[in-house]
Structures are given as structure tokens and as C-alpha cells.
């Protein structure tokens, strides 16, 4: 692969190219824990501190493919999706896009499909209409990145998108919405702790 299609190199003004300068990354670190705390719900302490920069963009649209697999409709279904950019309070700057789907005949006519959601936001609604108590699950995955994401989170060329997508479930097993975490893959790095077993497999 090219140096500069792997964001080494980056094109300069009036031809030729300069060396990207590295990041160490940032790690955050994703427990099997879900946390609450007066905002509402949590995944990891490194993100705790980050806010919506701005409000949300909620709109109705197609499902990509891979999210209608995931809530279980056909690709391009009309679903809710709640856009939103979250950051550094201090500095204002975007460090993560943060997209959220939910089934249309879940959302249509609640206040789920309304900008401001009250207090815990959408997940303590879903569970006062009565579909908890909640359960999670998530994937991590990497992706390039659209032109819009490029922009947004200030990418170098070729910088890949790390990407945290995270499926709500009911308790009866129904899923509720499917989230799509979007973060520079230059700048982060996701770290598990990993557990030993207590027990030994048959043949070992």
C-alpha cells in the first residue's frame, strides 16, 4: 500500500508531500460493565467526560445494509436515526460521531423521535416504556471513512475510522436500536482487560 493511502505522508500545496507526524494513541479501555451515573448511561470512563457538541440531527431514513441485518429489517427500511457529534467540553473538538438507530415502528409518534429526550436520554426512555431492564452488546470493527466523517473528525488521508457498534436489546431479547461509534483509528485504540478462567478444558 501507498505511504500516503496509509496516512504516512500527507499532500502538500504546489505538489510533493510531507511525513505525517504520529499520534500515540489514547486507549480506551471497554470493561463488561455498563455504567450510570445523573446523565444516564455509560461504557467506559475514558468517554465519560465527553458531551454533545451540539444538538442532535434526528431524521428518518434508509438503514444501511449492515444495521438492518443487525435490527432485523430489510436494508433501506425507513428507520429513526439520531445523529449526534460528541467532544471535549473545554475545547469544543469533535473526537466522536455517535449515530444512533431504532426501528420505525418502535420510535414513530414517541418521544424518542424528538431532539431532546429528558434526563438519561434514550435509553431510560426505552426503559420506562417497558422494555427493560436492557442488555448490550457490541462489536468493534474498522472502516474508511465517508467524506462528511473526514471532515467532521479532522482525518489525515487514509486514516481508517474505528468503529463501536453497539446493539440494544430488550430484556425479552427484541433489539431496540443499534449505535455506530465513529473515532479516528490514528488516534484511539480500544483495550479489554482479559479474565482467566477458573476452570480447565477436557484434554488439556
Not at 435509553?123 to 467524506?147: C, F, I, K, N, T
Request: aromatic share 6%; charged share 25%.
Amino acid at each position: 500500500m501507498e505511504p500516503a493511502a496509509e496516512g504516512m505522508l500527507t499532500p502538500v500545496l504546489r505538489g510533493g508531500t510531507k511525513v505525517q507526524e504520529g499520534h500515540e494513541r489514547d486507549r480506551i479501555t471497554r470493561a463488561r460493565t455498563v455504567y450510570r451515573d445523573e446523565r444516564g448511561y455509560y461504557f467506559d470512563p475514558a468517554a465519560r467526560p465527553w458531551v454533545a457538541l451540539r444538538p442532535p440531527i434526528v431524521h428518518w431514513g434508509p438503514a444501511p445494509y449492515d444495521v438492518a441485518h443487525a435490527l432485523g429489517v430489510e436494508p433501506g427500511a425507513e428507520v429513526l436515526i439520531r445523529d449526534r457529534v460528541m467532544g471535549d467540553p473545554q475545547n469544543r473538538e469533535p473526537v466522536q460521531l455517535a449515530t444512533s438507530y431504532l426501528p420505525a415502528d418502535l420510535a414513530r409518534g414517541t418521544i424518542l423521535a424528538e431532539t431532546d429526550t429528558g434526563p438519561g436520554g434514550i435509553y431510560d426512555r426505552l426503559e420506562e416504556m417497558g422494555h427493560g431492564p436492557l442488555r448490550w452488546s457490541e462489536v468493534v470493527v474498522a472502516s474508511a471513512p465517508s467524506e462528511a466523517e473526514t471532515e467532521a473528525l479532522s482525518l489525515a488521508p487514509g486514516v481508517p475510522l474505528l468503529r463501536l457498534i453497539r446493539t440494544t436489546h430488550s430484556a425479552d431479547g427484541q433489539v431496540l436500536e443499534v449505535n455506530d461509534c465513529r473515532m479516528s483509528g490514528e488516534r484511539w485504540e480500544i483495550g479489554y482487560e482479559l479474565l482467566r478462567s477458573s476452570g480447565t478444558e477436557s484434554g488439556r
